[in-house]
């Protein structure tokens, strides 16, 4: 979900097997209109339906908190808490000034960010972009599915699945190449012709057969939370994630998705440590509610609901944010300049710090 004129994303696009879901373009023109420069890009996909997947494995454990907090009203970390070690990295999408790989990923470096998620498939060259990207001194943490949206885990057709499948491959491949820790996927996406459960069982069946892959390649399947009309609790997303028993499938956690439909820092308590990654944004529910729903994304970073101060309690306590490797966390928001991107920068330091 990167520079609105990019479609190798990871939120819907328009095609044939599924074309109940807006665009790309179609989504961020309506949210944006021409303010690129200060808009915040929208999640993915619409969200209304509150029904549960059947679980794969009676036997998965969700590992809760013993006593999860009775309330999100913002609180301030504690004097003694510890410090925080998030790495701040932008999508390559998100980049609009430079015209080199090297000049991009320059312009990203003076903006205050250690790393880039690149777009895979896409037609840049990995060892390229990993050799200008080491000249910058910058780390490809990652790599978001470009195809998950056009041909998901869950078609109904065989064939369509398979290529799928090859997608994910392929972007785990590419991870590899960049030297990249993790790859974001989309699992399925869920329609009046492509039932809930349906898509839980066709898509947890193509990644098992994945898994020997990126084990071998030594790169994360993430899960993202979208609005693909899937895993809309923190508990089955939870789940979905355990019943892989494998260290290789973990939870992409976008905190500007969440806030339509539930409460950022409660899903974060109840993944806990099966999440690999994270996406920066945030939303309004009260321009959701007067302006229409994609409009709840053109707010600034700290300006919706996301209650940060709570976010940020939630990953110290999940020990996220204060890894002593320094976790990623990756900026989804309307990119644009240097002075864009050092703005979402600036923006990203004085979150980290409530």
């Known amino acids: 979900m990167q520079n ?3 479609p ?10 599924f074309p109940g879901h807006l665009s790309r373009r179609e989504a961020l023109t309506a949210t944006l209109g021409a303010t690129l420069g200060a808009g915040v890009i929208a999640g993915a996909g619409l969200a209304a339906s509150t029904s549960h997947a059947k679980a794969a494995d009676s036997s998965s454990s969700l590992k809760l908190p013993a006593e999860p907090p009775a309330t999100t009203a913002p609180t301030q970390p504690p004097a003694n808490a510890k410090t925080r070690t998030l790495r701040k990295a932008v999508m390559w999408g998100m980049i609009g000034e430079g015209t080199t790989l090297e000049e ?7 903006a205050g960010f250690a790393g880039i998620e690149m777009d895979s498939p896409s037609d840049i060259v990995a060892t390229d972009a990993l ?34 499948r090859e997608a994910l491959e392929t972007c785990l491949r590419d991870a590899h190449a960049y ?4 790859i974001l996927l989309v699992p399925a996406v869920v329609s009046a012709k492509t039932p809930y459960d349906t ?7 193509e990644i098992r057969k994945v898994l020997d892959l990126a084990s071998e390649l030594k790169v994360k399947i993430a899960i993202e939370n979208v609005w693909n009309q899937f895993l809309l609790s923190p508990l089955e997303a939870a789940r979905y994630v355990d019943d892989f028993k494998s260290p290789w499938v973990a939870f992409y956690f976008d905190i500007g998705n969440v806030i339509n439909f539930g409460y950022p820092d409660q899903w974060i308590r ?5 999440i690999a990654k994270l996406h920066i944004k945030d939303f309004s529910r009260k321009k959701r509610d007067e302006l229409g729903l994609w409009k709840g994304f053109d707010v600034q970073l700290g300006e919706g609901d996301a209650n940060w101060p709570a976010v940020m309690n939630a990953l110290d306590d999940i020990g996220y944010s204060t890894a002593p490797e320094g976790n990623w966390a990756t900026a989804e928001v309307g990119g644009g300049d240097s002075k864009r991107l050092r703005q979402v920068s600036d923006q990203m330091d004085a979150l980290f710090r409530m």
């Open 104 to 110: 991009k990923f320059k312009v990203a470096k003076d």
């Open 179 to 182: 030297k990249a820790t993790s």
């Open 270 to 274: 109840v993944l806990g440590s099966r």
């Open 199 to 205: 898509a839980y069982t066709l898509s947890q069946e």
């Open 4 to 6: 609105p004129s990019k």
């Open 8 to 17: 190798t994303d990871h939120t819907p696009e328009s095609h044939a097997s």
């Open 131 to 164: 050799a200008a990207a080491e000249k910058v001194g910058l780390s490809l943490h990652g790599a978001v599915n470009s195809q998950h949206w056009r041909i998901p885990l869950n078609a109904p057709d065989a064939t369509a699945r398979a290529k799928a």
